[in-house]
């Protein structure tokens, strides 16, 4: 189960630091494209049904590509009493909606889609100040091309090099202090960042072994309060169930007391839940239990040779209609695949 756990780590690391950079490339694999674009050169394929000179714009709405087609812009741009931009996410997602359709036209009638749909919007000073961070956000993305991203570590390679990492997280702060203001880079990554930091002192925690369950359960509780709210309400219940999978299989391999694993899981989801958790222990023993004596008694069925094939799979049927109610039988009858085909890759086989 642990080597499972590290492949999960592995995959959400590599969304942090590396899918994080090769998914800019869809917005950004047009940022190599960008600066030409700026310069008046332009690339790509066009993608739209009906393609339009990037002059025609008035909307920037205009013959969309297929991949927007009935969509609404993701995003919102806010003004406040004095006609200035309000920096929010909402921008950020307005420039990443038209973004998305790199490789469906050319970039520079992406970049003039968004212009357009900056001025159709907003008003001077806020749309000049649009203006300005899209430019901003373009050159970053841009840079993003030149950052190589981390080499997951291999598949029998327990631990992450969370240095490397921290390091190429560096690389990307300091390209976006480059091109964008500091309350344009919290609007825009603040969250993300929060979220990047959480998920490397996570692995930090789940890499050191010299921490009980108990202590590493305590520190994990303790890390997710620092996330922003918003995440913490998104995250819950996703960041318990990871915490509370990999903190009671360790305590579980090692053979831990009752006492101990009550305490592992109160740290993490506290005394009412863990009150719920063993209490779901008890019904899944007891329904490994009864599992474990039905397939018992389904082998002794199919293993009585005196019986035809029917009246084989009658027995069966009446059997199992007398040990489980009609709901439960859906999940027995699952269970049931799952013991035959691992029984059949258990099973060698002849060669002739």
């Not at 490397?200 to 921490?211: E, G, P, V």
Request: net charge negative.
């Amino acid at each position: 189960m642990k080597k499972y756990l590290v492949y999960a780590i592995v995959a959400v690391l590599l969304v942090v630091a590396g899918a994080m950079l090769w998914l800019s490339r869809d917005t950004s694999g047009a940022a190599a494209e960008a600066a030409s674009a700026s310069a008046g050169s332009g690339g790509g394929t066009a993608g739209s049904a009906t393609p339009i000179s990037p002059s025609q714009f008035k909307t920037g709405l205009e013959a969309l590509p297929k991949s927007l087609s009935g969509t609404e812009v993701d995003g919102e741009f806010e003004v406040d009493a004095n006609g200035h931009l309000k920096i929010t996410r909402g921008v950020r997602n307005v420039f990443d909606y038209f973004l998305s359709t790199v490789g469906e036209e050319p970039i520079e009638t992406i970049l003039a889609r968004i212009h357009a749909y900056i001025h159709f919007k907003l008003k001077d000073p806020a749309a000049g100040e649009a203006d300005h961070i899209l430019d901003g956000y373009i050159a970053y993305k841009k840079g993003l091309a030149t950052i190589q991203p981390s080499a997951p570590p291999p598949p029998d390679q327990k631990t992450i090099d969370i240095d490397a990492i921290r390091r190429q997280m560096d690389q990307v702060a300091a390209l976006r202090t480059q091109y964008l203001a500091p309350d344009v880079i919290q609007a825009f990554f603040g969250d993300e960042d929060a979220y990047d930091r959480y998920t490397l002192a996570r692995i930090q925690l789940m890499q050191n072994k010299n921490l009980s369950d108990a202590a590493r359960a305590s520190q994990l509780a303790a890390l997710e309060q620092q996330l922003p709210a918003s995440i913490q309400e998104n995250m819950k219940t996703v960041n318990q169930f990871q915490n509370l999978q990999a903190l009671t299989d360790d305590c579980k391999k090692r053979n831990c007391t009752p006492a101990e694993l009550r305490q592992v899981r109160e740290n993490l989801v506290g005394p009412e839940a863990t009150d719920r958790l063993e209490n779901l222990d008890k019904e899944n023993a007891a329904w490994d239990q009864r599992m474990n004596s039905w397939l018992s008694q389904r082998a002794t069925i199919l293993g009585n040779q005196s019986l035809s094939d029917s009246d084989r799979q009658q027995q069966l049927a009446d059997a199992r209609n007398s040990v489980f109610s009609q709901q439960e039988q859906v999940r027995v009858l699952a269970l049931e695949h799952i013991h035959d085909d691992n029984a059949s890759a258990k099973t060698p086989t002849t060669t002739q």
